[in-house]
């Protein structure tokens, strides 16, 4: 059972906008800053948000991260099939005095 | 640039011990913080603790706190669990820590370590 909630799953046409959403606490979204990572099958995580809305340099700009309250969201738009992977939000803690994510979104570009 | 590299796959019996090496290459070791995240097959990702290189200084998640040990040495983090069970069956992944005390930057990740508690 994680912290973080997101939807198991999520699906898209290429070209189109998809969001992803991640919901949480007072303890942590409602006051530290939200994470995005992207993972394909047998590799590790990469950074795809930082800081709720900010990419590190590499990311395209198709990604952007949002927060409001206890949750954030991710949207991709101009989805692509190179997008499939899973998606992991994450964030501090502080009851739990560590990092808590959510349990991830596979995405399907159909 | 900077990379993590992680020591290979373990097949391990139920009640034995694991350890998990991390090499860092490219950066100030002892300037960032070393998590280690596991993430059971088809699950989601979960944190385990953390090691201040400079220091030793280790804080670990209360689920693993008696059973796990973090330690470094001059460019090498490691992870060990001990008393394993079946469900400790995972990839374990070490990620350098980023940004502020209270955020959950990792950045990079270690390619994954596959640890497998099997009879």
């Known amino acids: 059972q994680s912290v973080l909630t997101q939807p198991p799953s999520a699906s898209g046409t290429p070209g189109q906008r998809i969001t992803i959403s991640c919901s949480g606490g007072?303890?942590?979204?409602?006051?530290?800053?939200v994470y995005w990572y992207q993972q394909f099958p047998g590799t590790a995580p990469k950074l795809l948000i930082y800081?709720?809305?900010q990419r590190p340099s590499g990311v395209p700009d198709r990604f952007s991260g949002s927060k409001s309250g206890t949750s954030a969201s991710l949207a991709i738009r101009g989805l692509r099939s190179e997008d499939e992977a899973d998606y992991y939000c994450a964030t501090w803690d502080d009851s739990l005095s560590g990092p808590v994510f959510g349990g991830g979104t596979k995405l399907a570009v159909l | 640039q900077v990379q993590l590299v992680q020591s290979g796959a373990e097949v391990k019996r139920p009640g034995a011990s694991v350890k998990v090496s991390c090499e860092a290459s490219g950066h100030t070791f002892t300037g960032y913080y070393m998590y280690w995240v596991r993430q059971a097959p088809g699950q989601g990702l979960e944190w385990m603790g953390r090691?201040?290189?400079?220091?030793?200084g280790t804080d670990y998640a209360q689920k693993f706190q008696g059973r796990v040990i973090m330690t470094r040495d001059i460019n090498t983090a490691y992870m060990e669990l001990s008393r394993l069970r079946f469900d400790d069956t995972a990839v374990y992944f070490c990620?350098?820590?980023?940004?502020?005390?209270?955020?959950?930057?990792?950045?990079?990740w270690g390619q994954g370590t596959l640890v497998t508690v099997s009879s």
């Open positions: 990620a350098r820590k980023g940004g502020g005390n209270r955020e959950a930057w990792f950045d990079p």
């Open positions: 007072s303890s942590n979204i409602g006051v530290n800053f």
């Open positions: 090691i201040n290189p400079n220091s030793g």
């Open positions: 800081r709720n809305n």
